[in-house]
Each structure stands twice: as C-alpha cells, then as structure tokens.
C-alpha cells in the first residue's frame, strides 16, 4: 500500500507506531520499523544521553527508519532536540508544545518533522511553519487527549492542509486504517494495539489488563485543571475522580499520579499506576508480535478496501 506518508518516510506500510512514555523503547521501535511500519522512540522526559543510547540500540535492531518523539515540555528537551539533529535520525514527532524553534534545525539535517495536533489551527500553523506532515490525534487515544474526535478532526485537518495527515486515536485494526485513508489520512498512528505486542517492555499484568478490557473501561481525568489524560479505569482514575468532584486544586490531584505511569509499566500495579489506553483497548484480544500486528492490519484494510472498490465496479 503506497501513500504520501509511505513514500515520504520510506516505509512499506503506512503504520506508525505512538510514541508512548516509558513504553515505546528500541525494542519496540526497532520490531515495528523491521515489519515495514515506522518505530518510534518515546524520549519523554529523559536526558539526551538516555535517548542517544535508546537510537543507538535500535539501530541495531534494524536498518530500516525510525523516529524519536520528543515531548516538548520536557526539560530535556532542547537537548534532546539537538542531539537528535546531530544524530540525523530519520524522524522527529512532537507533542505537548510548539516545536517551531527547532523545526528548521531538524528540516537541515534531513529529518522528517511530524508534529502531534488535535485541532485544526495547529495544524495549518504546523504546515507554515514547514512540517512535512501533521499526525491528527482525536480524544479517543491513550494518554493526553484533546477534545476533538478523530472522525470529527481528521477530515477538517485534511481539509486545510496541503502536506500528509496521519490519522490516530481510537485506531487498532484494519477497519480502522480503511476509514482512515477514507477520511482522507494517509497513514494511521497506532499505540494501544502494540502494548500487548511480544516486543512491547510493559508489565504482563499492564498487557493483560488491556485485553480484558471492555469498551466501557477507559475514563479521563484531568479535565478539571485542563490536562485531561485518557486511562483505563482503576483504584487510582475512581480517587481522582472523586477528589476532582470535590473541587480538589491541581498539585493534590498530580499527587495520586506521581510516578504511576512507571509503576504500572515496570512493576505491574495496575491498581494504583496509570494504565494509559485508548478507547480502542476494548478491541485488542490477544498478544502477537509487531509484525503479526502490521501484517493483519494491513490484510483486514485491504479486505475492506477491495469491498469497497467492488461496490464501485
């Protein structure tokens, strides 16, 4: 299947895997970019020595592309940033903030710009200022979400730019990806569906936790202080919850999820951790390698696009 994003990034399938905090590693990262997707590793808010190593070990791995997702509020950040431009990985995307600063620093080494954007506005503010392609991530994902919904966000994006949109949020399978490329995306962002991948470093009881989870188990907290971060549902999101209800400030609230996103992904508490998911974990049934993942995905998409293309003739 060949798309803008698939030639611009030089991949074989238009798969790309999120960058997940404390879970997208060289080992995943490397598996998906091996399978034809594009890896990528999350450096959220660790110093550019920890990340530089993390390339280094997925280069390794594969000699297909890869990326780095660089959280931008991180303190790490401008540091990350430059080393990754030094390094010349083959691609950088972004989210929480505005990556203009180093947009043309990356663009000169030959790197890839994708910024993270759930509205409209960034969007086109992300195409002047030169990326070569915007992921539109609907509230549906994992994680920190913004208000839009990716069926209601990706065609308005791709309405008003004129660079690739990569769809993401709510996206685990093949249909998923065939109502993507529908909505006028060009590539699909995926993170749920590789948690529970073989290559994926999360806690078994974090994997487990995801397939038995029901279309009804994910919530969001946060949204009283305006960081609202999607999870599935546990002892820690029933506490917030109740504690926002009561009308409890920010820096109370940020106590209960100090540190949780590790300790659900190292040790296993998904009791008390933060087991960030998409509202897709309700689809995801069983463990499977990267490969197997991107392989099905890709027969079930081109299934439904050959139905499709049929109802045409």
């Not at 660089?70 to 950088?92: C, D, H, R, T």
């Not at 929480?96 to 990356?106: C, S």
């Not at 308005?156 to 065939?178: K, M, N, T, Y």
């Amino acid at each position: 299947m060949k798309t803008r994003i698939t030639e611009l990034l030089n991949i074989e399938y238009p798969v790309i895997q999120g960058g997940m905090a404390w879970v997208a590693e060289h080992s995943l990262a490397g598996a998906v970019s091996a399978a034809g997707g594009l890896g990528i590793i999350a450096a959220g808010s660790a110093p550019a020595e920890v990340v530089l190593k993390e390339i280094r070990m997925t280069r390794e791995l594969t000699d297909k592309p890869f990326g780095v997702n660089i959280m931008l509020l991180s303190p790490s950040a401008p540091e990350v940033a430059q080393m990754v431009s030094e390094e010349k990985v083959a691609v950088v995307t972004t989210g929480a903030g505005n990556p203009e600063r180093y947009i043309d620093m990356w663009k000169a080494a030959g790197i890839r710009v994708i910024p993270v954007v759930a509205s409209v506005a960034l969007a086109k503010r992300m195409e002047k200022y030169g990326a070569d392609a915007v992921v539109a991530e609907g509230c549906e994902s994992g994680g920190h979400i913004g208000e839009l919904t990716t069926m209601a966000l990706v065609p308005q994006v791709c309405d008003v730019v004129s660079i690739p949109v990569i769809a993401a949020g709510g996206i685990g399978d093949g249909r998923g990806l065939a109502a993507a490329l529908m909505l006028g995306a060009e590539a699909v962002q995926i993170g749920t569906r590789f948690l529970v991948a073989d290559e994926c470093i999360v806690h078994d009881n974090y994997k487990e936790r995801v397939i038995k989870a029901r279309d009804i188990d994910s919530v969001v907290t946060g949204r009283s202080h305006g960081h609202p971060v999607r999870s599935l549902r546990n002892t820690m999101t029933r506490e917030y919850i109740k504690l926002e209800n009561e009308g409890k400030g920010f820096e109370e609230l940020e106590k209960l999820t100090l540190g949780s996103l590790r300790n659900a992904v190292m040790d296993g508490d998904v009791a008390n951790g933060t087991v960030m998911a998409g509202q897709i974990a309700g689809l995801v049934v069983k463990r499977q390698s990267c490969a197997e993942i991107i392989h099905e995905i890709m027969d079930q998409a081109n299934e439904r696009l050959a139905v499709r293309g049929s109802y045409n003739e």
